[in-house]
């Protein structure tokens, strides 16, 4: 049924061990055409997994919809969804191929709810900014899949479980987003100092995963005002819950970038191990 399907679509690609997941705090759209850090540090995550990804699905913070989407589009374009920034930003293209039909077999894969084919999307800043530095050749085809911004955290965390099997099939699935997104409390200055309240949440987070508690993440707005502060809507969050949907019990857990900028958005990154 819809994982023979997924096999046919994906015979081509190379068998390989369980493809880690990840979970990218991709900030300010800026950090597209930066040579920081944490655009470094995106280059050493592309270059460190195991396998190059035969494809690459971004849950992005920045494709919000009623229902769930997914990207079928052969050539996706680049999406300059911000305003404000210097021309320079606007200038850049991500080319990657698409992957049309791997794409709709990734729908089928969704059982909970009808997944509608979507080609006039393309790969937002929630994508393309971070790919650019992680595969700055553009090589390997992306999709997306969108968040459906009318359901609870719990759906979005039932629904990522049932991509897992694309992992399988070399399949690197990206949840990209912020842990801690409070635009009302930004600073706009590199050298600003963290929020306690951010600071402290974001350490919450990373203990709970660390322990695995999704449970409790997924019900964020138990875990007190911190919480309320970090996310006070929770479009950036919910690309974090896809990622714990995808990791397996007994999965280790990686961080692979830790800061706090703006004094209000944590970059924080990891992925399964």
Same mark, same amino acid.
């Given at each position: 049924?819809? @994982?023979? !399907?997924?096999?046919?679509?994906?015979?081509?690609?190379?068998?390989?061990?369980?493809?880690?997941?990840?979970?990218?705090?991709?900030?300010?759209?800026?950090?597209?055409?930066?040579?920081?850090?944490? =655009?470094?540090?995106?280059?050493?995550?592309?270059?460190? @997994?195991?396998?190059? $990804?035969?494809?690459? +699905?971004?849950?992005?913070?920045?494709?919000? /919809?009623?229902?769930?989407?997914?990207?079928?589009?052969?050539?996706? %374009? /680049?999406?300059?969804?911000?305003?404000?920034? $210097?021309?320079?930003?606007?200038?850049?293209?991500?080319?990657?191929?698409?992957?049309?039909?791997?794409?709709?077999?990734?729908?089928?894969?969704?059982?909970?709810? =009808?997944?509608? !084919?979507?080609?006039?999307?393309?790969? &937002?800043?929630?994508?393309?900014?971070?790919?650019?530095?992680?595969?700055?050749?553009?090589?390997?085809?992306?999709?997306?899949?969108?968040?459906?911004?009318?359901?609870?955290?719990?759906?979005?965390?039932?629904?990522?479980?049932? +991509?897992?099997?694309?992992?399988? %099939?070399?399949? @690197?699935?990206?949840?990209?987003?912020?842990?801690?997104?409070?635009?009302?409390?930004?600073?706009?200055?590199?050298?600003?100092?963290?929020?306690?309240?951010?600071?402290?949440?974001?350490?919450?987070?990373?203990? %709970?995963?660390?322990?695995?508690?999704?449970? &409790? +993440?997924?019900?964020?707005? =138990? +875990?007190?005002?911190?919480?309320?502060?970090?996310? $006070?809507?929770?479009?950036?969050?919910?690309?974090?819950?896809?990622?714990?949907?995808?990791?397996?019990?007994?999965?280790?857990?990686?961080?692979?970038? !830790?800061?706090?900028?703006?004094?209000?958005?944590?970059?924080?990154?990891?992925?399964?191990?």
């Amino acid at each position: 049924m819809q @994982l023979n !399907e997924l096999k046919n679509i994906s015979d081509n690609f190379p068998g390989t061990d369980l493809m880690p997941v990840m979970f990218i705090g991709h900030g300010n759209p800026m950090n597209g055409i930066s040579d920081n850090a944490f =655009t470094k540090a995106l280059g050493h995550m592309g270059t460190s @997994l195991p396998h190059k $990804p035969s494809a690459i +699905l971004v849950i992005s913070a920045h494709w919000l /919809t009623k229902g769930t989407h997914v990207l079928v589009a052969p050539h996706p %374009k /680049t999406i300059h969804d911000f305003g404000g920034f $210097p021309p320079a930003l606007y200038e850049v293209q991500y080319p990657a191929p698409g992957a049309p039909e791997l794409a709709k077999e990734t729908g089928k894969l969704i059982t909970s709810t =009808t997944v509608v !084919e979507d080609d006039h999307w393309g790969l &937002d800043h929630g994508a393309w900014t971070v790919l650019k530095h992680m595969y700055p050749a553009a090589d390997i085809p992306v999709f997306q899949l969108s968040i459906d911004y009318h359901q609870p955290p719990a759906y979005h965390y039932k629904l990522a479980a049932e +991509l897992k099997a694309l992992r399988k %099939k070399g399949v @690197l699935i990206m949840g990209s987003g912020n842990i801690v997104h409070n635009l009302y409390q930004i600073v706009f200055s590199q050298h600003a100092k963290p929020f306690d309240w951010a600071i402290s949440f974001d350490e919450t987070v990373k203990q %709970k995963l660390m322990t695995h508690q999704f449970e &409790d +993440l997924v019900n964020y707005h =138990t +875990l007190g005002q911190e919480a309320m502060l970090s996310i $006070p809507t929770n479009d950036h969050y919910l690309p974090m819950i896809y990622t714990l949907g995808l990791i397996n019990k007994g999965e280790d857990i990686q961080f692979t970038y !830790e800061e706090i900028q703006n004094a209000s958005i944590s970059m924080r990154c990891f992925q399964s191990a």
